[in-house]
């Protein structure tokens, strides 16, 4: 074991030159970082929001808003289905888990049946997503289960998740940590981010973009005065031409439909506007509606507001369009940027704000520096001691190696370094300092049972991997129980903790052995200096 094998040569040194590579950028200056070479490694460590500075914001999605939406769509298919079918209905009901509806004509009860029944769907597990039952006088009963409910709103969550992590992107605020907290909650850190109020305003929107015929069957004035056809609303207009409209509660195209938007001007008055493109199945629908409705308003909608609802002067088949308003570059920007990353599928509403600023940050950092300095020295002080310069200096090369090997791999892996992660850091330094005591004191024991000085350091090795393998099993255990159950910091701390297992494992066995077998080859000792 003491024998210098070749393989550990080269696995060190690659390791060296890993960690020499990939630790180098965080101590160079960004301009020197981007004039090297495309092929050597450029990423950094990113700073998480305890150490950096930024904006914490706990969030929670507002699954109630998104069972009634999904009711108020399935009371439309009701509704549509039996138009289409001819029957004849009354006392359709919105429930809160679903609709009921009253047939007419108790010989068509059957056929309705039959009818509604189509509009059951599977979930994604395979459950049916309704219960259509038949009830006394005529009645027919659509509700949600409970199961594709409680899908529906995971969903909802994961989909918030992707939504809000481009939204931020978007902004160009580094690294973003989003995370899901319990059921139907978003944790949200933003490093470097020191404005909440911007993120809630960019993120807090819905920015559901919807296509709606404005029903002209009655005036906004009969509507208001209480003589509102089925199936219609009356949303409120944002723009200067009337206050609200009476609009078709169907959807005709969805903002899911877009594929881009962006922020342009009007080539002849150089108004600022958004441009919008639909994909292929939004496309032909837009052409299909826009053609059978030439001459009537088409309400655009954003967030339940109309903010536009120009007449439909021909058929649009091109597939794209702009809305128009009192906007200004900014604001016209930061729609575009909503639009592009999609509708939110529920709203969101701030449970708990934090801003941390950047000189706390600063002291945080220098705090952490201050804790690894200190013992990193206090280490170095007991292994000398203990051990002698020579055996001592040994682990302590290896404790370098060990952190340079950290700092490399959670740059290469892009990791966010929190303070509570500077504490698994120190706490990795201490982990891998004593699997060089068992060693160290294994081969003291060795020694003193009269083996001879080469068996004895074989046995040093060979006899305490056991325990140190045991060791660091259980951290690794407890790192990785963290990990997945944990949120925030304490990922943080579990993940430094991860790699630092492994790398201590590394540098306490193969470095040490390494460095003790060089010099056992050229010193030819007859005695060791820790007997």
């Known amino acids: 074991m003491m024998q210098l094998s070749r393989w550990k040569f080269v696995t060190v040194t690659a390791a060296i030159i890993f960690g020499l590579l990939f630790t180098l950028p965080n101590l160079l200056p960004a301009g020197v970082r981007d004039a090297m070479p495309g092929f050597l490694p450029k990423k950094t460590l990113n700073l998480g929001l305890d150490l950096q500075g930024g904006s914490y914001l706990l969030l929670e999605v507002d699954t109630k808003a998104l069972r009634k939406e999904k009711a108020t769509n399935l009371l439309e298919d009701v509704r549509k289905s039996l138009r289409d079918e001819q029957i004849l209905f009354s006392d359709l009901v919105l429930t809160p888990t679903g609709v009921t509806v009253r047939v007419t004509d108790p010989s068509l009860v059957t056929k309705a049946f039959n009818k509604l029944s189509r509009l059951n769907q599977l979930t994604k597990t395979g459950k049916q997503e309704l219960t259509i039952s038949r009830r006394d ?126 922020q342009v001007n009007d080539p002849q008055s150089g108004a600022v506007q958004v441009s919008f493109r639909f994909n292929s199945q939004g496309a032909k629908r837009f052409a299909d509606v826009t053609n059978k409705n030439i001459g009537k308003p088409f309400a655009i909608i954003l967030d339940g507001k109309v903010i536009s609802a120009p007449n439909i002067q021909s058929a649009i088949t091109g597939g794209s369009g702009v809305i128009t308003g009192s906007y200004t570059v900014e604001s016209a920007n930061e729609l575009a940027i909503l639009l592009r990353a999609g509708a939110l599928p529920a709203p969101l509403k701030v449970e708990e704000q934090r801003t941390v600023g950047a000189e706390l940050g600063a002291d945080a950092v220098k705090a952490g520096m201050t804790s690894t300095i200190v013992g990193f020295s206090a280490i170095l002080i007991f292994m000398v001691l203990s051990y002698g310069l020579l055996f001592g200096g040994i682990s302590v090369i290896a404790l370098v190696v060990n952190g340079l090997l950290i700092i490399a791999a959670m740059s290469a892996t892009q990791a966010t370094l929190t303070l509570p992660g500077v504490a698994g850091l120190i706490l990795t330094l201490a982990v891998a300092v004593d699997a060089n005591v068992l060693i160290y004191e294994r081969m003291r024991d060795e020694l003193r049972a009269g083996r001879p ?67 056992f080859r050229y010193a030819r000792p007859k005695t060791l200096p820790i007997s």
């Open 453 to 519: 000085l080469v068996t004895a350091m074989d046995a040093g090795f060979s006899r305490a991997m056991e325990t140190i393998i045991d060791a660091n099993l259980t951290t690794l255990l407890a790192a990785l129980i963290m990990f997945f159950f944990g949120a925030g910091p304490v990922r943080g701390f579990a993940w430094t903790l991860s790699i630092g297992v492994f790398t201590s494992v590394f540098t306490a066995v193969v470095v040490t052995q390494l460095l003790l077998a060089l010099w």
């Open 137 to 262: 006088d005529q009645r027919i009963s659509l509700v949600f289960s409970e199961a594709a409910l409680a899908e529906e709103g995971s969903a909802a969550v994961d989909q918030s998740i992707e939504i809000i992590r481009r939204r931020v992107d978007e902004l160009g605020t580094r690294e973003p940590a989003i995370t899901r907290q319990g059921a139907n909650r978003i944790v949200l850190q933003a490093p470097g981010e020191s404005d909440p109020e911007k993120l809630k305003a960019v993120i807090g929107q819905t920015a559901k973009l919807t296509f709606q015929m404005v029903d002209t069957s009655v005036s906004l004035q009969e509507a208001q005065a209480g003589r509102l056809p089925p199936g219609s609303e009356i949303l409120p207009s944002t723009d200067r031409y009337a206050p609200a409209y009476v609009v078709r509660r169907r959807v005709d195209v969805s903002g899911d439909m877009l594929t881009n938007a962006q």
